[in-house]
Nanobody
Framework: QVQLVESGGGLVQPGGSLRLSCAAS????????MGWYRQAPGKQRELVAAITSGDNTNYADSVKGRFTISRDNAKNTVYLQMSSLKPEDTAVYYC?????????????????WGQGTQVTVSS
């Protein structure tokens, strides 16, 4: 079993900041990439930011310069520091872990998702 648990969402005013955390636990040997996706009402889920085990990062154009993704490999935890938040950042944010090699099964590395955490940017 592999579980991803997100925390840190909430309500914030435009221009404010929030920090999301996601901890992966369970039968994990290694995780290649961790990231954050978001889904606003009526829209498709989109990639926000991702980071590999080697600290290579990728950001959506809409968040470059405002969001920073980081990772603690020893804790299998990924963070998303969000600054200068805009109303259009309002969405459910989902944590993702890809290339997960488990200790309890053989086979191809898997992909796992968290339950999501709501971020609302509003005055």
């Amino acid at each position: 079993q592999v579980q991803l648990v997100e925390s840190g969402g909430g309500l914030v005013q435009p221009g404010g900041s929030l920090r999301l955390s996601c901890a992966a636990s369970g039968s994990i040997f290694s995780i290649y990439a961790m990231g954050w996706y978001r889904q606003a009402p009526g829209k498709q889920r989109e990639l926000v930011a991702a980071i590999t085990s080697g600290d290579n990062t990728n950001y959506a154009d809409s968040v470059k310069g405002r969001f920073t993704i980081s990772r603690d490999n020893a804790k299998n935890t990924v963070y998303l520091q969000m600054s200068s938040l805009k109303p259009e950042d309002t969405a459910v944010y989902y944590c993702n872990a890809g290339g997960v090699v488990r200790t309890d099964t053989r086979g191809a590395p898997g992909v796992y998702w968290g339950q999501g955490t709501q971020v609302t940017v509003s005055s």
